[in-house]
């Protein structure tokens, strides 16, 4: 379908439960965006440049622990 999410750090969960009316036993805790991609053209040079070049993600273990099972 060609739509894409985003994950998005640093919302301000009050004024989603706000804006959606969530009732008081509900609490988000977690954003994502969804859409389509844009035209990497219309970006600035900066952001352009980041948009079209490769992306690489660190291996696991860069960034976990090893945990031992007793």
């Known amino acids: 379908m060609g739509i894409y999410p985003h994950p998005m750090g640093g919302f301000f969960p009050d004024k989603v439960k ?3 009316m969530l009732p008081e036993d509900e609490k988000p805790v977690c954003m994502i965006a969804w859409g389509y ?5 219309i970006l600035d040079e900066k ?3 980041s948009e079209t070049q490769p992306r690489s993600r ?3 273990s860069e960034f976990s622990q090893k945990y031992s099972v007793v």
């Open 37 to 41: 991609l844009g035209d990497p053209e």
């Open 58 to 60: 660190k291996h696991f």
């Open 18 to 20: 706000t804006a959606l």
């Open 47 to 49: 952001n352009k440049q």
